[in-house]
Structures are given as structure tokens and as C-alpha cells.
């Protein structure tokens, strides 16, 4: 099969590079150069001109905070865009699947998010995510919205390289520690994609949740991080209100993902275990 895939450097994006023909997919990826998410009329027309059996957006404007700074930037990127290639897509009768995010929802309580509960986005990023979902599914044709959460990878801006950043010059780090949610492995999204594309279209549509087990808060997920690195940093806990930032996080990420398993059969993936390949990765690159 042959997909065209928007993104090519982010993290997904570069997974679904090195991971198609383990999958036995031909990526045509398109880079900023061959299709400008803010030009949502180029994005429609690379759709237009693809043979491509099968379309994935994995690129986004993620920077969470800037967004607050730069609303319209992010809603083209992120809503209008999208929903101009879904509508493309539709109209050549292709599979659209589309990268979202938890960040859809304002973070309340402790229980895992269900793709049917209501959604109240606390930012601008979180917005325009939620109006690229809708517009998406507007648009008519077969789809599949996947969330997830706390991406990384061995490439790209992440939590992960953060914290090791962080560990060359510190002894002690203080991480947030009352936002739950699932770290995922930009690996795991990028097979998990590609299952799909190669599943779909069939009755199976809409929104599923992805997200890596088990659900940790970041000062936990900094631990296991220095764990296996073996560095002899110490976490120190701390409440949200004590790092303050420009767009508010959801303090509940958890996300349900029983719907994904029942239609695809696709479990959520060993965050630790992925944890582990990316640093073996990053080890690799500096040895």
C-alpha cells in the first residue's frame, strides 16, 4: 500500500519514515517545502494529485504554549488544514487518519477520558486540536481521529531528551507531579497508524484513544527516566501552581482506550519499554 503523509521531521512523522516497510507501506511524505500547513489550499491539493492509497496527517502546530501568542497560526495548522485534506480526501474517496491530542479536554477529575465525553479544551492548542477533529469529521469521508498523549522519541522536542538535558547540570529537578497521563512512544503511534491505514476503511470510524500504560504523573515519569539512565538525579515533587505557564495543562490525561482494542485489536503500549529503545537510541547516537 502506498500512504501520503503530512509531517516529516516531528516525531510521528519520522517514525512513520523508518517503520513503513516493516508494515509494507511506500510513504510519499511531505515535508514544509511540498505542502505548507498553512496554506490549507496546497495541503487539499497534494490530495488532489496523490496515488496514494490511504492519507495520514502527522504534522501540527504543537508548541502549546506559543499558540496563546499565535491563535491563527495554530487554527490553520491545526483545524483548517486539516479539514481541507480530510475534505479532499473525501472527495477521491481515500481513508483520512488524523493525529489529536488529550489536551481536547479541560482535565478534570480522575477518571480516563472516553472518546464520547465532553470535551472543554483549556488552551488555544487544545482548540484548534478540537475544531481539526470536527472539521475532520465534517468532512464526510472514513476517518480515524487518534488522541494521544506525552509523545516522545529519540528525535524532535520532547519531555524525555528534556530531562536528560536537564540531568547533565543538576543534581535535583523539581517536576510536576499532580498531572496523570500516559507517556507514549512515538514508535508505537506511528505502527499503530499504519495498522489502521491497512485495516480501514471499514465499519470502525471516528475517534479512539492512544496512550501508554500505566498512567504515571510527569515526576514519575522523570524518575523512570533517570532510572534507566542511571544518573543520580533526585525528583523532587511538585503542584501545578508552582510552575506556572502560559497555557493552562489538563491535570487529568488519562485516556480510555478500549474502543481502539475492541476495533483494531490494539493495545496500549509499555511506555517503559519504549522509554528503554529511546534511550538505547540516544546512547547509540552520543557512544
Same mark, same amino acid.
Not at 513503513?20 to 500547513?37: G, I, V
Not at 496515488?51 to 491563527?72: F, G, R, S
Not at 484513544?209 to 498512567?215: F, K, R, V
Given at each position: /500500500?502506498?500512504?501520503?503523509?503530512?509531517?516529516?521531521?516531528?516525531?510521528?512523522?519520522?517514525?512513520?519514515?523508518?517503520?513503513?516497510?516493516?508494515?509494507? =507501506?511506500?510513504?510519499?511524505? +511531505?515535508?514544509?517545502?511540498? @505542502?505548507? +500547513?498553512?496554506?490549507?489550499?496546497?495541503?487539499?491539493?497534494?490530495?488532489?494529485?496523490?496515488?496514494?492509497?490511504?492519507? #495520514?496527517?502527522?504534522?501540527?502546530?504543537?508548541?502549546?504554549?506559543?499558540?496563546? !501568542?499565535? *491563535?491563527?497560526?495554530?487554527?490553520?495548522?491545526?483545524?483548517?488544514?486539516?479539514?481541507? /485534506? @480530510?475534505?479532499?480526501?473525501? &472527495?477521491?474517496?481515500?481513508? =483520512?487518519?488524523?493525529?489529536?491530542?488529550?489536551?481536547?479536554?479541560?482535565? $478534570?477529575? /480522575?477518571?480516563?477520558?472516553?472518546?464520547?465525553?465532553?470535551?472543554? *479544551?483549556?488552551?488555544?492548542?487544545?482548540?484548534?486540536?478540537?475544531?481539526?477533529?470536527?472539521?475532520?469529521?465534517?468532512?464526510?469521508?472514513?476517518?480515524?481521529?487518534?488522541?494521544?498523549?506525552?509523545?516522545? $522519541?529519540?528525535?524532535?522536542?520532547?519531555?524525555?531528551?528534556?530531562? +536528560?538535558?536537564?540531568?547533565?547540570?543538576?543534581?535535583?529537578?523539581? #517536576?510536576?507531579?499532580?498531572? #496523570?497521563?500516559?507517556?507514549?512512544?512515538?514508535?508505537?503511534?506511528?505502527?499503530?497508524?499504519?495498522?489502521? @491505514?491497512?485495516?480501514?476503511?471499514?465499519?470502525?470510524?471516528?475517534?479512539?484513544?492512544?496512550?501508554?500504560? *500505566? !498512567?504515571?504523573?510527569?515526576?514519575?515519569?522523570?524518575? &523512570?527516566?533517570?532510572?534507566?539512565?542511571?544518573?543520580?538525579?533526585?525528583?523532587?515533587?511538585? *503542584?501545578?501552581?508552582?510552575?506556572?505557564?502560559?497555557?493552562?495543562?489538563? +491535570?487529568?490525561?488519562?485516556?480510555?482506550?478500549?474502543?481502539?482494542?475492541?476495533? =483494531?485489536?490494539?493495545?496500549?503500549?509499555?511506555?517503559?519499554?519504549?522509554?528503554?529503545?529511546?534511550?538505547? &537510541?540516544?546512547?547509540?547516537?552520543?557512544?
Amino acid at each position: /500500500m502506498k500512504a501520503l503523509v503530512f509531517g516529516y521531521s516531528g516525531q510521528v512523522a519520522t517514525e512513520l519514515r523508518r517503520r513503513a516497510q516493516n508494515h509494507e =507501506f511506500t510513504l510519499q511524505t +511531505l515535508d514544509r517545502a511540498m @505542502a505548507d +500547513l498553512s496554506d490549507p489550499a496546497q495541503c487539499a491539493e497534494a490530495i488532489r494529485r496523490t496515488d496514494a492509497d490511504v492519507i #495520514i496527517n502527522a504534522a501540527a502546530y504543537t508548541a502549546v504554549d506559543k499558540a496563546e !501568542d499565535e *491563535p491563527e497560526l495554530a487554527q490553520t495548522v491545526n483545524a483548517e488544514s486539516p479539514g481541507a /485534506m @480530510a475534505r479532499a480526501a473525501a &472527495e477521491r474517496g481515500l481513508p =483520512f487518519l488524523h493525529v489529536s491530542t488529550d489536551y481536547v479536554f479541560n482535565g $478534570s477529575g /480522575m477518571t480516563p477520558w472516553e472518546t464520547e465525553d465532553s470535551t472543554a *479544551p483549556l488552551g488555544v492548542y487544545g482548540k484548534t486540536k478540537l475544531d481539526g477533529e470536527h472539521q475532520v469529521a465534517q468532512a464526510g469521508g472514513w476517518h480515524a481521529v487518534l488522541r494521544t498523549s506525552w509523545v516522545f $522519541s529519540a528525535h524532535g522536542k520532547n519531555f524525555v531528551k528534556t530531562i +536528560l538535558r536537564l540531568a547533565e547540570t543538576r543534581d535535583r529537578l523539581t #517536576i510536576v507531579a499532580d498531572q #496523570i497521563g500516559g507517556p507514549t512512544p512515538a514508535a508505537d503511534i506511528a505502527d499503530t497508524l499504519l495498522l489502521m @491505514a491497512k485495516a480501514g476503511p471499514n465499519d470502525e470510524y471516528g475517534l479512539f484513544h492512544y496512550s501508554g500504560a *500505566p !498512567d504515571v504523573s510527569w515526576a514519575d515519569f522523570a524518575r &523512570e527516566i533517570i532510572a534507566q539512565s542511571g544518573l543520580a538525579v533526585q525528583i523532587e515533587d511538585i *503542584p501545578t501552581t508552582d510552575y506556572p505557564t502560559p497555557a493552562p495543562r489538563p +491535570l487529568n490525561s488519562r485516556l480510555n482506550c478500549d474502543r481502539l482494542n475492541t476495533a =483494531f485489536g490494539l493495545s496500549r503500549p509499555d511506555w517503559k519499554a519504549g522509554l528503554n529503545n529511546v534511550l538505547r &537510541e540516544l546512547n547509540s547516537a552520543t557512544g
